[in-house]
């Protein structure tokens, strides 16, 4: 069963950069759907943007402008980094894998990262 | 884009049926089985209980099955037990590069 695990700072400063890293245990990145999900605190889930294994990008339009998924295949990690961070961004943030169809049938453990 | 509308909450007695609904306008809910509902539990991440709109991932218990009627669709959770006490949420994909989820339903086991 393949696993996913969050990893990064857990206190960023506002208006800097929110930088977070999803490894994948079974190094397989084809053919799927690479997400970042994020919930704050006592609230619901937002979808943030995907990674495709062929680089391909799409992201919330809500956060477009601030948010960039990156994918390195190589060491089966996939990122993401979101720019100018307020206090509305801190939240438990989840990746997943995915797809259109399928919805999301594997997450990360969560990782909570506060802005202040 | 925008939320799908869920249930703040909903609540059962044990062994009754409830049923959480998800509407939304976009032509994720309304047009295609794109839809996928997700248990969470206190501190947990989020459980997939049911994809393309009604079927179930193997391990999830048959309770759990999903349906659609028009742009709503509904999960249905039978025999309700007091591990079911939990977060739901439902999930659309929205123009096939995309999803948004409903702002999610708690429920309550008396």
């Known amino acids: 069963q393949v696993r996913l695990q969050e990893s990064g700072p857990g206190l960023v400063k506002p208006s800097e950069t929110l930088s977070l890293t999803c490894t994948v245990s079974d190094g397989s990145m084809s053919y799927h759907y690479w997400s970042w999900i994020r919930q704050p605190p006592g609230k619901g889930l937002e979808w943030l943007g995907y990674i495709f294994y062929s680089g391909s990008t799409n992201y919330n339009p809500s956060l477009k402008s601030r948010l960039s998924i990156s994918l390195d295949s190589s060491k089966s990690q996939f990122s993401l980094k979101l720019s100018y961070v307020t206090a509305e961004d801190s939240a438990v943030y989840y990746c997943?894998?995915?797809?259109?169809?399928?919805?999301?049938?594997?997450w990360g453990q969560g990782t909570m990262v506060t802005v202040s | 884009q925008s939320a799908l509308t869920q249930p703040a909450s909903v609540s059962g007695s044990p062994g009754q049926s409830i049923t959480i609904s998800c509407t939304g306008p976009n032509s994720g809910v309304g047009s295609y089985n794109l839809v996928s509902w997700y248990q969470q539990h206190p501190g947990k991440a989020p459980k997939l209980i049911i994809y393309e709109g009604t079927k179930r991932p193997s391990g999830v218990s048959d309770r759990f099955s999903g349906s659609k009627s028009g742009n709503t669709a509904s999960l249905t959770i039978s025999g309700l037990q007091t591990e079911d006490e939990a977060d739901y949420y439902c999930?659309?994909?929205?123009?096939?590069?995309?999803?948004?989820f409903g702002g999610g339903t708690k429920v309550t086991v008396l």
């Open positions: 997943a894998r995915g797809s259109i169809i399928g919805g999301f049938p594997i």
């Open positions: 999930c659309s994909s929205v123009g096939g590069n995309s999803w948004v």
